[in-house]
C-alpha cells in the first residue's frame, strides 16, 4: 500500500525491440513501475483531501491540474498564455513571474507532429520530448521547427493549427486502433503549404528564430494487454474509491476492466493505492 499526493506518471521508452513505455506510478515519496502490474487487481481511493502541488496547502477543489485557487491565480505556469503562447505578455511587463517566464519561455521550443488520435500538431520545451508524446499517448512524433521562444512557437502553432488539430481525442487514443502515419510527408506538405507565412514570421523574428528541423520519427508502443471496446472513465470526485484489474496503460490513462482514469486529472490527490 502506497499513500501519498498523486503525481502524474513517470514515463520513458522502454529499451526492449519496440520500445514499449515504461511507467513509474508516483504517490508523494513512492515510485513504483507499473507495467509489471498488468493483468492483476488495482485500488485507488482517494481520502477526501487534495494539497496544491506548488504551496501544499489543503485545497477543496483543484485548479489547473493541482493548484489551489491563490496559487492559480498568482503562477505564470497557470495562466492563459501557457496554453496559448500567442498570448505571451511578458513584453506588455505583465509576466505574472517575469523570471520563471525568462527560464522557461525564453528557452529553445519545438513544434512537432504526433500521432495520438490521428495527426496532431503541438509545441514544447525542446528538453520535454519524449515526454511530451508520452504524456498524450502519441504512437508517433517528429520535430519539424525549433524556435527560440515559446510565443514564437504559439504562432507557428496557431499557422499549422489551421490544418491540423491541436488535439487528441482521448477515447479514440484509448481504443488503440490509430492508423500509423508518415509523418515525414505530412511535415513536407505542412511546411511547403504554410511556407509564405514562416517566412513572415522569420522576417518579423529574426533569421534563425524559427528552423526547419531534419529530425528522426519515433515510434512508441504502450504496455496494453487489451484495449476497451467501450471507454468508461473513472472520476475520484463522485466515486472516491475505484477498483480493477490493470489492463494497460496509455498516455496519462490507466485501462482497468472497470473504467479508465486520468491521473493527471487527480494531480495532488491524497490517495492510496494497493
Ligand atoms: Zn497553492
Known amino acids: 500500500m ?13 529499451a526492449d525491440s519496440v520500445g514499449t513505455v515504461e511507467y513509474r506510478l508516483r504517490v508523494g515519496e513512492h515510485e513504483v513501475g507499473l507495467n509489471a502490474r498488468i493483468g492483476m487487481p488495482l485500488s485507488l481511493e482517494w481520502h477526501g483531501e487534495i494539497a496544491c502541488t506548488n504551496c501544499g496547502r489543503n485545497t477543496r477543489k483543484s485548479f489547473g491540474q493541482g493548484h489551489c485557487y491563490p496559487c492559480f491565480k498568482r503562477l505564470a505556469r497557470c495562466d ?26 525564453f528557452t529553445p521550443h519545438v513544434v512537432y507532429l504526433a500521432n495520438s488520435s490521428g495527426l496532431k500538431v503541438g509545441i514544447t520545451r525542446k528538453t520535454q520530448l519524449p515526454t511530451r508524446w508520452l504524456d498524450q499517448g502519441a504512437i508517433q512524433g517528429l520535430p519539424i521547427l525549433e524556435v527560440a521562444t515559446r510565443q514564437q512557437a504559439g504562432f507557428a502553432e496557431v499557422l499549422l493549427k489551421e490544418a491540423v488539430s491541436d488535439r487528441t481525442n482521448w477515447r479514440a ?26 517566412d513572415a514570421l522569420r522576417d518579423t523574428h529574426g533569421g534563425d528564430a524559427i528552423r526547419r528541423l531534419d529530425a528522426r520519427a519515433q515510434a512508441f508502443t504502450y504496455p496494453v494487454r487489451t484495449f476497451p471496446t467501450k471507454v468508461v472513465s473513472h472520476n475520484l470526485d463522485k466515486t472516491p474509491k475505484i477498483e480493477g484489474v490493470l489492463l494497460g496503460i496509455k498516455g496519462q490513462y490507466l485501462m482497468l476492466d472497470t473504467g479508465v482514469i486520468n491521473l493527471r486529472k487527480f494531480t495532488g490527490y491524497q490517495v492510496s493505492v494497493a
Not at 499513500?3 to 513517470?10: I, T, V, Y
Not at 492563459?80 to 519561455?105: D, N
Open 80 to 105: 492563459m498564455c501557457i496554453v496559448k503562447p500567442e498570448l505571451c505578455h511578458y513584453f506588455q511587463g505583465t509576466c505574472r513571474e517575469p523570471e520563471w517566464g525568462e527560464a522557461s519561455c
Open 2 to 14: 502506497l499513500s501519498g499526493g498523486l503525481q502524474k506518471m513517470a514515463a520513458v521508452p522502454g
Open 173 to 198: 487514443m484509448l481504443k488503440g486502433d490509430v492508423a500509423m502515419l508518415d509523418l515525414y510527408a505530412e511535415r513536407d506538405r505542412l511546411l511547403a503549404q504554410f511556407a509564405p507565412r514562416l
